[in-house]
């Protein structure tokens, strides 16, 4: 699962860029919106169906099976799609030397350590503060439905601005505003979790595009997705357990809610150069950066 799920995630932007190369932002945020959306009925029926229908959790589980049927009956026309030119489909290296693509890459990568942080923390930090455990799984509920709203929104901010380095850096400031509330003023959790909603969703949306709108076709599209999501996603990973240890270790909440203030900092300094310019190309014909 882990394997196809990969593939996807590196597929999809490459896919955008060559098919969509004028609606990057808009089809971004559609397949962004429809993930979130479908992730949080997922996550929310999960437990129901393993109650009511026969087989228990087998059930809950198998029955997702529907929709990866589906999506082979979607897809597999595509596979007799007439193939690009062969200069787009000559593969590429990694852009490994490439200022542009490790600020993507740290973009990415600090955007989805935060999301999992939360996703994993956020209502045991809401428990810890004196909110019930059905209070806190709506709040974590909340997070989720802003997200997925505001990343319908990202599109239009990205369409308004001269590029995308304002709208990057500002979501990430929205971020280190919730986890600022949530360490100074706990008793505001209901706000905290919209705030995180508001700036996560749209930061999500834009890590993704930029996959597609920092590079010059889809062949570079897939490497620098490639690239971004491998790294950016094994940083994610190590976010869920550096928090909890740190709150083991420290017995409080304090020191890892500084760590994620950190880390949504440092999203929004590589918001500066990640929101503008052109990866280029890595295929032994050195060309010029454009913007």
Not at 96 to 110: E, Q
Request: aromatic share 8%; proline share 5%; hydrophobic share 55%.
């Amino acid at each position: 699962m882990g394997a196809g799920i990969a593939v996807g995630n590196v597929l999809l932007p490459s896919l955008i860029k060559r098919d969509f190369p004028t609606r990057v932002g808009l089809l971004t945020s559609a397949y962004a919106t429809v993930m979130g959306a479908v992730a949080a009925v997922a996550s929310g029926v999960a437990v129901p169906i393993s109650q009511a229908a026969p087989g228990g959790w087998h059930t809950a589980l198998g029955c997702w099976i529907v929709l990866a049927l589906a999506a082979i009956v979607l897809w597999f026309p595509q596979v007799r799609t007439t193939r690009p030119a062969s200069g787009e489909s000559r593969g590429h290296r990694l852009p490994w030397g490439s200022p542009l693509a490790w600020a993507v890459t740290a973009f990415m990568g600090l955007q989805s350590l935060g999301f999992y942080v939360v996703v994993t923390w956020l209502p045991q930090v809401l428990q810890d503060t004196g909110v019930d455990a059905a209070t806190a799984g709506w709040l974590l509920f909340l997070f989720q439905a802003v997200a997925v709203v505001t990343g319908l929104a990202a599109p239009a901010a990205m369409r308004w601005a001269r590029d995308q380095r304002a709208v990057a850096t500002v979501s990430s400031l929205v971020v280190l505003a919730g986890y600022l509330g949530l360490l100074l003023a706990p008793g505001w959790a209901l706000l905290w979790s919209a705030v995180l909603g508001l700036g996560g969703g749209i930061c999500l949306v834009l890590a993704l595009a930029f996959l597609s709108l920092r590079a010059q076709d889809a062949t570079v599209a897939g490497a620098l997705s490639a690239m971004a999501q491998s790294i950016g996603y094994l940083v994610a990973a190590v976010g869920p357990v550096a928090f909890g240890l740190l709150h083991a270790v420290g017995s409080g909440w304090t020191v890892p809610i500084l760590l994620m203030c950190v880390a949504a900092a440092g999203q929004a300094a590589v918001a500066m150069t990640a929101g503008r310019g052109t990866v280029p190309r890595v295929d032994g014909q050195p060309r010029s950066q454009g913007h």
